[in-house]
């Protein structure tokens, strides 16, 4: 399977604390994306960083990228209670399939 | 702009029924698809359009089966529903870029399909 693995499934913490979730996958890509999903919504595009770089910042977002280790992990820092969502990671692997392959998500609930 | 919409919102189907899912897009994207949302499976590819008139298979693509006749639609149709295919589908969409590589995806709301 060429999907993202997510890691933690769940992730609960204290409103103003930071959240940290990580993303594995084993393809070479071309970039990695990160989606943002409320409940019972649509996904929503948050950033998207490139194969050749590491680090990428949005507002209270953090993305890194280790190519050699095959990962990923996002920072939300000072989370607030509306950031309560699951969060996937997409991969764009090298193979010119022009699709993306999305993780199984990681749960964040941010307690007021 | 409305972005990227989806009719309808929810369906019940009864087992060997038919159906179509409408997508519809406008931000003049090239590339369209289509997906599942299983609990604890993710989004799965269902199928995917590169332009107007082209249409192919993606990791699930069984059971189903797309057209893209205007460039800001994309259907998906169930011809014989089964229960397997209870899932939420969600359509998206995105530019083309040069080379292989896949932009950003602006998805639409979502459709809840119940088979019994």
């Known amino acids: 399977s060429q999907q993202g693995e997510e890691d933690p499934q769940a992730l609960s913490i204290q409103e103003g604390e930071n959240a940290t979730m990580n993303c594995s996958y084993k393809?070479?890509?071309?970039?990695l994306q990160w989606y943002r999903q409320n409940s019972g919504r649509g996904l929503v595009h948050l950033i998207l960083?490139?194969?050749?770089?590491r680090e990428k910042h949005s507002g209270r977002l953090r993305v890194t990228l280790d190519t050699s280790k095959k990962s990923s992990s996002l920072l939300i820092t000072a989370s607030r209670a509306a950031d309560t969502a699951s969060y996937f990671c997409a991969t764009d692997p090298q193979t010119g399939a022009n699709n993306l392959f999305f993780g199984t998500g990681t749960r964040l609930t941010v307690i007021p | 702009n409305a972005g990227v919409t989806q009719t309808p919102k929810f369906r019940v189907l009864k087992t060997g029924q038919s159906m179509t899912l409408l997508c519809a897009q406008d931000m003049n994207h090239e590339y369209m698809y289509w997906y599942r949302q299983d609990p604890g499976m993710g989004l799965r590819l269902i199928h995917y359009?590169?332009?107007?008139?082209?249409?192919a298979k993606g990791e699930v693509p069984d059971g189903y089966n797309v057209s893209r006749l205007k460039k800001q639609n994309f259907l998906l149709g169930l011809e014989s529903a089964a229960p397997s295919q209870t899932s939420v589908y969600f359509c998206a969409s995105s530019y083309s870029l040069a080379g292989a590589y896949t932009d950003t995806q602006y998805f639409g709301p979502g459709t809840r399909l119940t088979v019994l």
């Open positions: 359009s590169v332009g107007e008139g082209t249409t």
């Open positions: 960083i490139r194969s050749n770089e």
């Open positions: 393809t070479s890509i071309n970039n």
